[in-house]
């Protein structure tokens, strides 16, 4: 009998443990095929296996890359780790920084694509053109890298402008160096803004040489230096409208005749624009000025003459009706006299003379165009002395009757303005006057017949009082036109023509003034500029000792802001 050696029983001992193994490991893996197997498809037999293997081998390549199902794509990326997060967290694998490399020296790879993509890019293939290798095939970037979570660097605003900056492109100027537009009036003041107001002084200094220093009858010649400041001030409100002017000049002999005398005054509108086509006017004025020597009140044996100091004050509504426009106005006229210094060294009181004119005016028009409004207007009135019995005993109050027709004038810039005539009458209190009554004009107009030219028509009729005993007074007319007309942005002309005619009521007598006057205007800059006037006036009386005639030439400088 045999026996077994010792290493042969090893050897053996090991093969069966060996054999032991391989058996488990077979059952471990044939039993989930088995269950496969046996519970959800069923038995399949080896020749149904070997046909599908046959069928599909014969089948060309993109309808077998067709047949493959798709790689997992989760909703949200990172959901699954990517080749590289997969390498990057293999238990074996090392760090990027392991050797000193860069993680971004290292080639990226590029993920596996999937059956559907493999098969569009055989369809899009040119036939007998092989695939390309991995290699080849160019990075796809990652799901993660195509999602932006941070702040975008964006490019600046000349980056989407393409510059021409070749040799046929144009050298564009410096922006300090460009032309600025060209000033329509470049020596207009620019005025001084006070809140609401724009304010546009002016101040006139200069010397005026003159042949009759007061245009009375016996007046000598005289060097006088005159001095004239005006200031206009007009509103910036958005609805309503206010403004303001105001003048002051004096005038003081240098050598000749002794004159020194002071005049000025100031007068503002206000216009609200209320609801319904309606608006309101106001009007609020003061004046003061030495009386002149053409008065119709004569006083011998004066030194000075008295001063004259005139208060008015309005307050008007209008209202447009359609075409229609009515209109009610409310004024009230203050005249006051200062005493009169005579070459003896006594005064005289002027008292008698002071007097106050209430009127009251109601108009109707109707606008036949946008441009012109014919208008009919009824005027009543009362003038009060302060005294009523004057020095010669006439009680001189009395009341006042008036209409007259006319039409307003609308044309823009270019015509604009009102004129009327009509007849006014005033009626004494004292039955030993004779009644006042006489034809009225009234004009206001201006006209541009061009650009830079202004052609100006203004025209009055008062009726003046009196202190001769027995006499009612008198009406004047007075009328000027004027042209101004600007040659040069910096030199501007005008010409001025006045007349003034004087009817006397209780007598024949009637007195006639004219006047001519040119003047010229060059302007050094915006707030300076050399002045100079012409003047000429004559008066003609039917009354003794009251002939007069003047010429005087005005140098000087005016300065403006």
């Not at 796809?140 to 941070?150: Q, R, S």
């Not at 975008?152 to 922006?175: H, K």
């Not at 002017?245 to 000749?256: C, F, L, M, T, V």
């Not at 009726?463 to 008198?474: P, Q």
């Given at each position: 009998?045999?026996?077994?050696?010792?290493?042969?029983?090893?050897q053996?001992?090991?093969l069966r443990?060996?054999?032991?193994?391989?058996?488990?490991?077979?059952?471990?893996?044939?039993?989930?095929?088995?269950?496969?197997?046996?519970?959800?498809?069923?038995?399949?037999?080896?020749?149904?296996?070997?046909?599908?293997?046959?069928?599909?081998?014969?089948?060309?390549?993109?309808?077998?890359?067709q047949d493959?199902?798709?790689?997992?794509q989760?909703?949200?990326?990172?959901?699954?780790?990517?080749?590289?997060?997969?390498?990057?967290?293999?238990?074996f694998?090392?760090?990027?920084?392991a050797?000193?490399?860069?993680?971004?020296s290292?080639?990226s790879?590029?993920?596996?694509?999937?059956?559907?993509?493999?098969?569009?890019?055989?369809?899009?293939?040119?036939?007998?053109t092989?695939?390309?290798?991995?290699?080849?095939?160019?990075a796809?970037?990652?799901?993660?890298?195509?999602?932006?979570?941070?702040t975008?660097?964006?490019?600046?605003?000349?980056?989407?402008?393409?510059?021409?900056?070749?040799?046929?492109?144009?050298?564009?100027?410096?922006?300090e160096?460009r032309?600025?537009?060209?000033?329509?009036?470049?020596?207009?003041?620019?005025?001084?803004?006070?809140?609401?107001?724009?304010?546009?002084?002016?101040?006139?200094q200069?010397?005026?040489a003159t042949?009759?220093?007061d245009?009375?009858?016996?007046?000598k010649?005289?060097?006088?230096?005159?001095?004239t400041?005006r200031l206009n001030?007009?509103?910036?409100?958005?609805?309503?409208?206010a403004?303001i002017?105001?003048?002051?000049?004096?005038?003081?002999?240098?050598?000749?005749q002794e004159?020194?005398?002071?005049s000025?005054?100031?007068?503002?509108?206000?216009?609200?624009?209320l609801?319904?086509?309606?608006r309101?006017?106001?009007?609020?004025?003061?004046s003061?000025?030495?009386?002149?020597t053409?008065?119709?009140?004569v006083?011998?044996?004066?030194?000075?003459r008295?001063t004259?100091?005139?208060?008015?004050?309005?307050?008007?509504?209008?209202?447009?009706?359609?075409?229609?426009?009515f209109?009610?106005?409310?004024?009230a006229?203050?005249?006051?006299?200062?005493?009169a210094?005579?070459?003896?060294g006594?005064?005289?009181?002027q008292?008698?003379?002071?007097?106050?004119?209430?009127?009251?005016?109601?108009?109707?028009?109707?606008?036949?165009?946008?441009?012109?409004?014919?208008?009919?207007e009824?005027?009543?009135?009362?003038r009060?002395y302060?005294l009523?019995?004057?020095?010669?005993g006439?009680?001189?109050?009395?009341?006042r009757?008036?209409a007259?027709?006319?039409?307003e004038?609308?044309?823009?810039?270019?015509?604009?303005?009102?004129?009327?005539?009509?007849?006014i009458?005033?009626?004494f209190?004292?039955d030993?006057?004779?009644?006042?009554?006489?034809?009225?004009?009234?004009?206001?107009?201006?006209?541009?017949?061009?650009?830079?030219?202004?052609?100006?028509?203004?025209?009055?009729?008062l009726?003046?009082?009196?202190?001769?005993?027995?006499?009612?007074?008198?009406v004047?007319?007075?009328?000027?036109?004027?042209?101004?007309?600007?040659?040069?942005?910096?030199?501007t002309?005008?010409?001025a023509?006045g007349?003034?005619?004087?009817?006397y009521?209780?007598?024949?007598?009637?007195?006639?003034r004219?006047s001519?006057?040119?003047?010229?205007?060059?302007w050094?800059?915006?707030?300076?500029?050399?002045?100079?006037?012409?003047?000429?006036e004559?008066?003609?009386?039917?009354l003794?000792?009251r002939?007069?005639?003047?010429?005087?030439?005005?140098?000087g400088l005016k300065?403006q802001?």
């Open positions: 009998m045999a026996q077994i050696r010792p290493e042969q029983r090893t053996t001992t090991a443990i060996l054999l032991a193994t391989a058996s488990v490991a077979t059952l471990l893996c044939a039993a989930p095929l088995h269950a496969q197997e046996t519970a959800l498809r069923g038995p399949v037999s080896e020749d149904d296996i070997n046909n599908t293997l046959r069928l599909y081998k014969r089948r060309p390549a993109a309808e077998q890359a493959q199902a798709p790689a997992y989760p909703v949200s990326p990172g959901a699954i780790p990517t080749q590289a997060d997969a390498e990057a967290t293999d238990l694998s090392e760090p990027p920084n050797d000193g490399t860069s993680a971004g290292l080639p790879a590029r993920p596996p694509t999937t059956a559907r993509q493999r098969a569009r890019e055989a369809r899009e293939r040119p036939a007998g092989a695939a390309p290798t991995a290699a080849e095939r160019p796809v970037p990652a799901a993660d890298e195509e999602l932006t979570t941070g975008v660097r964006q490019g600046t605003v000349d980056s989407e402008t393409e510059i021409e900056n070749g040799p046929e492109a144009e050298r564009q100027r410096a922006i160096g032309r600025p537009q060209p000033d329509a009036n470049p020596f207009e003041p620019t005025g001084i803004r006070f809140g609401t107001f724009v304010l546009k002084p002016s101040l006139e200069g010397v005026t042949s009759n220093a245009s009375s009858f016996n007046g010649s005289a060097v006088l230096s005159e001095t400041l001030a007009a509103s910036d409100w958005e609805s309503h409208s403004t002017d105001a003048y002051g000049n004096y005038r003081k002999s240098i050598s000749g004159v020194k005398d002071l000025g005054g100031i007068d503002g509108r206000l216009q609200l624009d609801a319904d086509d309606m309101a006017l106001a009007r609020l004025g003061y003061m000025r030495p009386e002149s053409s008065s119709p009140v006083i011998s044996g004066t030194a000075e008295p004259l100091h005139t208060l008015n004050g309005a307050l008007g509504v209008e209202k447009a009706v359609g075409k229609f426009r209109g009610v106005t409310g004024e006229v203050d005249e006051s006299y200062s005493d210094e005579l070459t003896d006594t005064t005289l009181s008292k008698d003379r002071d007097s106050r004119l209430y009127t009251g005016k109601v108009r109707v028009g109707y606008e036949v165009s946008p441009a012109l409004t014919p208008f009919g009824v005027e009543f009135g009362r009060v302060d009523r019995f004057d020095t010669a006439f009680e001189r109050s009395s009341k009757t008036g007259r027709a006319g039409v004038i609308d044309m823009g810039e270019k015509f604009g303005g009102e004129i009327s005539a009509g007849w009458s005033e009626d209190d004292d030993r006057l004779k009644t006042v009554s006489a034809a009225t004009i009234a004009a206001d107009l201006r006209w541009s017949p061009m650009r830079g030219t202004i052609v100006g028509l203004t025209g009055e009729t009726v003046e009082g009196s202190t001769t005993a027995g006499d009612s007074g008198s004047l007319y007075n009328g000027r036109l004027s042209v101004e007309r600007q040659i040069r942005s910096n030199l002309a005008f010409l023509g007349v003034g005619y004087r009817d009521a209780s007598s024949n007598d009637h007195e006639l004219l001519a006057e040119a003047g010229l205007t060059w050094l800059n915006r707030y300076a500029g050399l002045t100079g006037k012409l003047r000429h004559t008066f003609d009386s039917t003794p000792f002939d007069a005639k003047t010429n005087s030439v005005f140098v300065i802001r």
